[in-house]
């Protein structure tokens, strides 16, 4: 998953040069545990990792659908 963030803020380095937005959507299947939303270890995962590898680009907002 880091690998990963590291790829989208490569990307965004090299194409933007920090001039324009870049957006990246990942999607999880089975985000959360049960139906309180609590969600997975995988999730919490990433929104840690967004927040280290990534810094104040990051912007997290999670949209839960049925």
Request: zero cysteines; proline letters at 2%; charged letters at 20%.
């Amino acid at each position: 998953m880091r690998q990963l963030l590291q790829s989208i803020n490569g990307i965004h380095r090299a194409q933007t040069d920090g001039v324009w937005k870049f957006e990246s959507h990942i999607f999880f299947d089975g985000a959360v545990k049960d139906v309180y939303f609590n969600l997975t270890d995988f999730v919490l995962q990433l929104i840690s990792l967004a927040e280290e590898e990534l810094g104040k680009m990051a912007l997290i907002i999670m949209v839960l659908v049925p």
